[in-house]
């Protein structure tokens, strides 16, 4: 839903510019995108690139060529500690500072945390820190066993979520920091 909305606004904005856009998906793989960024720089016809990343943060050798050659390309929610793109992105730190400050206004005081791994994916480091933020500035404590960080096969994702919850009965709200686990 989210990546649908903005290719939408994509495709509307270039088209009331003459603009067309060719969409390439890469289903998150690093290799295909790297790939796919070198097929899309011998195509002359193609002027730019607005990239959504796979879900690393870690900058390919052929996103590294679009920068030295300065083609004109834009990433879409993440950043890259190695080297500045042109980006678009959220906060994600405030979207999770504000969605606690939300829940606790709402009454919950019991509120955990899900994620994937933090290595390499901003994104859900910084939703953690919002959420530490906000727990901390309203008092409420953060306990170990409420926060859960986990790179468990997809497979198995189900029953890790349900043990989770299971061992956290108590919890009034969860506040999940990614899209996969939601």
């Known amino acids: ?12 904005l270039a088209d009331a510019h003459g603009y067309q856009i060719l969409l390439k998906y890469t289903d998150g793989h690093a290799e295909t995108e790297n790939r796919i960024l070198g097929e899309v720089a011998n195509m002359p016809e193609v002027k730019g ?8 943060n870690l900058c390919g050798r052929e996103l590294l060529n679009y920068k030295i050659q300065n083609y004109p390309i834009v990433i879409l929610d993440r950043h890259y500690k190695e ?3 042109d980006i678009v ?6 979207g999770a500072y504000d969605a606690v400050n939300q829940l606790i ?3 919950h005081s019991a509120i955990g945390f899900i994620s994937r791994s933090f290595a390499h994916v901003s994104s859900r480091k910084e939703r953690y820190q919002g959420f530490t933020s906000a727990m901390i500035e309203h008092n409420k404590r953060i306990r170990a066993e409420r926060v859960k960080i986990t ?18 009965d108590s919890l009034t ?7 996969f686990l939601t």
């Open 83 to 85: 080297i500045e793109f």
């Open 173 to 179: 709200a969860v506040l999940c920091a990614d899209n």
């Open 105 to 107: 206004e709402k009454g």
């Open 151 to 168: 790179d468990e096969d997809v497979r198995n994702i189900v029953e890790v979520l349900k043990e989770y919850l299971m061992h956290n």
């Open 89 to 94: 992105c959220h906060d994600h730190y405030q």
């Open 49 to 56: 690139v607005i990239l959504f990343p796979s879900d690393f």
């Open 1 to 12: 839903n989210f990546c649908g909305k903005i290719v939408k606004e994509m495709l509307e």
